[in-house]
């Protein structure tokens, strides 16, 4: 295929190196003169493993050359990847600036070139950015068409510096962001000797992929330094600990916990965080990552109550009152602060838990319940029925597969904010859904 590559970075090379190399055509343009001459001349603008060899065999095999021509560049080629950098702003923010000139200038070439032309965004850059920003500038320089005249994808780079030509040819997969009803054939057909699965996606979910990707690495990052200074003011080893704690895949190093959703809760999390909190200051070891996970925790729980209450007041039913699914455990349960919040500002509240009977409730469930709700016994619920009754919103945390149908069955009318992601809730008819994140 013939390749235009915009931005001759970092990702720009590695890209432009490694998909000459793959026997595709390809023309880096860049806005830096110095970087073109130094591809033309068969050298790599970075330092990277084998790139320099690479880059000197794609140009001299005439896989490979340069441009500051945009308007050339386009004409010569079928797809463009922009690869330009998107850095912090002052204020946090991502400068889309270089993003949004190279749009301009492609949208400008492709009103001269005509139709049939692909643009993949191979830059980081955040959700919305297809739809509200690089769609509608491609159409309004082109006077072009999305669909028809030009084709948008997003492509977001997984490679990591120092192993990034090893990365492009084993990445962990190949995402593509693209309009609905679009297979993305185009760009499947540009990796098609690169063994990784390849998902096609919604652009959002696209663009927010790769944003969650970086945001997780950092975050495994912060926990597992911040982690390994209290352990080893401890006397502990570590790094021993950490590898015996990546060794369970089942609960560690696996999806589990990684499906948005409502707050935690529970008798382990909240007390074991607090407990590690405690070594870390007893040994005045800095730890302010790890402090913000109990506050973070209370402010999805803030969240929900802001969506409960958002609507005006009204009766509300809550379906779901322990910790989680299958136990009588209040301990720490989100639910019951949630519960709190509304009975404290006045909601006339009715709860249902199949699991949850006060008169079963003993040790420190009860002396947790007494001291959190010591009014339960009268809010409680017998029967979804019952719960509903009047109830203008109905706050589905968890409810037992028993009860699913009932609850299902009584829905219609009624505003449903679903904190568990029930299955087939949304479905109900008749009612006004509302999911936590999602
Ligand atoms: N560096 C990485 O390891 C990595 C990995 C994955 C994703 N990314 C993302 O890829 C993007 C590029 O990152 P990078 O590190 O390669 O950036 P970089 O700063 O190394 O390279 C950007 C290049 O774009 C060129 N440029 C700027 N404006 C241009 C224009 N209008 N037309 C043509 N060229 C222009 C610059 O001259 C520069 O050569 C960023 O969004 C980054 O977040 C980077």
Redesign the pocket.
């Known amino acids: 295929m013939r390749i235009s590559i915009?931005?001759?970075?970092?990702?720009?090379?590695v890209s432009s190196a490694c998909l000459a190399s793959l026997g595709h055509a390809v023309v880096a343009?860049?806005?830096?003169a110095d970087?073109v001459a130094m591809v033309n001349a068969g050298r790599s603008?970075?330092v990277e493993e084998s790139i320099d060899e690479l880059i000197a065999e794609a140009v001299a095999g005439g896989r490979l050359r340069a441009t500051t021509d945009?308007a050339e560049a386009i004409a010569a080629t079928e797809v463009s990847f922009i690869?330009?950098?998107?850095?912090s702003a002052a204020d946090g923010s991502v400068s889309m600036a270089?993003v949004h000139?190279?749009l301009v200038?492609i949208g400008q070439a492709l009103a001269t070139k005509g139709a049939g032309h692909a643009v993949v965004m191979?830059?980081?850059?955040p959700p919305g950015t297809a739809e509200d920003l690089a769609i509608p500038t491609l159409e309004r320089e082109s006077g072009l068409n999305h669909g028809i005249g030009f084709r948008y994808y997003s492509n977001?780079?997984?490679?990591?510096?120092g192993s990034?030509v090893k990365d492009f040819h084993a990445p962990p997969f190949t995402l593509i962001g693209a309009a609905d009803g679009d297979d993305a054939a185009v760009v499947r057909d540009i990796y098609a000797s690169v063994t990784a699965a390849v998902h096609v996606a919604p652009y959002r979910v696209s663009e927010s992929t790769?944003y969650l990707s970086n945001v997780f690495h950092a975050v495994k990052l912060a926990f597992a330094n911040e982690a390994g200074a209290i352990l080893s003011a401890h006397g502990v080893d570590a790094r021993a600990a950490f590898r015996l704690f990546c060794e369970d895949r089942v609960l560690n190093i696996s999806t589990a916990y990684l499906r948005p959703g409502f707050a935690f809760g529970g008798s382990c999390l909240p007390k074991d965080i607090r407990s590690f909190l405690s070594l870390a200051a007893e040994k005045d070891v800095p730890a302010p990552f790890l402090r913000q996970v109990l506050p973070g925790n209370q402010a999805i729980i803030d969240r929900a109550f802001e969506m409960a209450t958002a609507h005006g007041r009204q009766k509300v039913a809550l379906f779901g009152l322990a910790f989680k699914a299958g136990t009588d455990d209040l301990r720490e349960s989100p639910f019951v602060m949630l519960a709190e919040r509304l009975i404290g500002r006045g909601y006339d509240l009715r709860i249902h838990d199949r699991h949850v009977q006060t008169a079963r409730l003993t040790g420190s469930n009860r002396a947790f319940i007494e001291r959190e709700i010591p009014h339960l016994e009268r809010l409680l619920a017998g029967d979804v029925a019952t719960a509903l009754d009047g109830a203008g919103l109905a706050i589905i945390g968890h409810v037992a597969a028993e009860d699913r149908g009932a609850l299902f069955a009584a829905l219609a009318g009624k505003r449903v904010l679903d904190l568990g992601g029930i299955p087939g809730l949304a479905a109900v008819p008749g009612i006004t859904y509302e999911g936590f994140c999602w």
């Not at 915009?6 to 090379?13: E, I, K, N």
């Not at 343009?29 to 830096?32: A, H, N, Y």
């Not at 191979?122 to 850059?125: D, E, L, P, Q």
């Open positions: 915009f931005g001759v970075g970092y990702v720009g090379a343009v860049d806005v830096s970087k603008p970075i945009v690869s330009v950098g998107t850095p270089a000139a190279v200038a191979r830059s980081t850059v977001p780079e997984f490679l990591r510096e990034s790769k």
